[in-house]
């Protein structure tokens, strides 16, 4: 049975069961996690997704892990500015410092803004 997972979002639906060659494989799908027992004639096991995950990054090849890191790109703008602050503690009274930062914000934020609209971030 093949499960088509771009149809699932990555979640295999329900539970499933393959045998093969002295192997079975159960698959118990829960909104939290897949549990996955394993059985041969002789041993029997349990892991769950994030090792299997584990695993399978273990033995790809560099092509197969890119492909199993997800990598989400966004483009910032980012904004510096100097402010300057006048001092009334701690040093002489009227003094002022000069007090620089950097802070970076989505351009997709900006687009939004820039049109009137409310800025509501992307989720999966």
Known sequence: MEVDL?????E???????????????FKDSK????????????????DND????LA????NPAQQ???????????RVFRQVKRVKLTKDMKAGSEINVGFKFTVPVEMLL?????????????
Do not use: N
């Open 6 to 10: 771009d149809k699932t979002e990555g």
């Open 12 to 26: 295999i639906i329900g539970d499933h069961k393959f045998e093969m060659d002295g192997l079975t494989l159960e």
């Open 32 to 47: 939290e996690k897949i549990e996955i027992t394993w059985r041969t004639a002789t041993e029997s096991g349990k892991f």
């Open 51 to 54: 090792a299997l995950f584990a």
């Open 57 to 60: 990054f273990l033995i790809a």
């Open 66 to 76: 890119d492909a199993l890191i997800p990598i989400k790109t966004e483009e910032r």
């Open 112 to 124: 939004a803004a820039s049109q009137g609209g409310l800025y509501v971030p992307k989720t999966k």
